[in-house]
Each structure stands twice: as C-alpha cells, then as structure tokens.
C-alpha cells in the first residue's frame, strides 16, 4: 500500500506498535490492531500528512528509533519490533508502561499515532458501543487526498 508520508518500514513499525498496545481478542473487545491495519493505517499517514514539517519528520525517525530502542532497553534483545509477535509486543509495552521515567511518557507516541485512527473506524465504534454525540454529516465521504 502506498501512503502519502510514510514509508513502509515506518508504517510496519506503527502496525507493530499497534499489535502491541491493542491486541487481539480481549475479554470485552475481541477485535485487535491487527485485524483492522489496513484501514487504520491509513488514518495515521493523513494525520501525519497535517502535520508541520518539521514534527511530521521527527515522529518517522523516532518511529525507526524506537523499533529497534525499546526491545533492546526493555526486552534487553536486540531484535526489531517489526520482528516480535503480537504476545512479545504486547509484553513489552506493558513493561514499558510499568517503568520508571521517560518509559511512560514515551509510550504517547504510539497512542498518538494509534489510538485515533484505530479507534475513528465505524467498526470499532459499534463492536465497542459507542455512540456518537455529533456524527458526521449523511453527506460525509471520508478523508480527501
């Protein structure tokens, strides 16, 4: 798939760090990041694509730092998290969210970049039951290119 900022290794390292902050088949929400990347992704390239330049770079080189950084720093192995499967990912970022400082603070990336365009979807929205307050216009298309 082609996007309009990312690259596809940066866009397989956020599908990665998707995998790991909502995976598969929990006790109230049987869909996962996986199941759905085709359609979030995209989401993520054009909130990217709104961004100021300068910001809309360092998030791509944090992303290709960060694949390699956390399972070194916090898994101590030195493979990529594009590499890791979903169980692996899912593990470290629950210790990266149990650790001391910047650990935390650093995970607000991936829920930048994740959590909107995964949680936006109309399918998202109704396996979870949530209810608009201000739905969208009959007429909406969906995002421009």
């Known amino acids: 798939m082609s996007y309009k900022v990312l690259r596809d290794t940066e866009a397989r390292v956020i ?3 998707g995998k790991g902050v909502i995976p598969r088949g929990g006790e109230s929400f049987i869909l ?4 759905l990347e085709d359609k979030w992704l995209p ?3 054009y909130l990217l694509s709104r961004m100021p330049l300068l910001t809309r770079i360092g998030i ?3 992303v290709r730092l ?4 956390w399972p070194l720093l916090y898994l101590r192995d030195l493979k990529a998290m594009t590499s890791m499967d979903e169980y692996e990912l899912t593990e470290m970022f629950h210790i990266i969210e149990h650790s001391n400082a ?6 607000l990336i991936v829920k930048i970049l994740v959590f909107p365009a995964f949680y936006g979807l109309q399918e998202v929205k109704g396996a979870i039951g949530y209810k608009e307050k201000f739905p969208n216009h009959p007429d909406f298309e969906g995002l421009k290119d």
């Open 102 to 107: 910047p650990g935390p603070a650093s995970l």
């Open 15 to 17: 599908a990665a760090m």
């Open 66 to 69: 960060l694949n390699y950084a």
């Open 43 to 45: 989401r993520t390239d």
């Open 32 to 35: 996962g990041a996986a199941d």
């Open 60 to 62: 791509r080189l944090a």
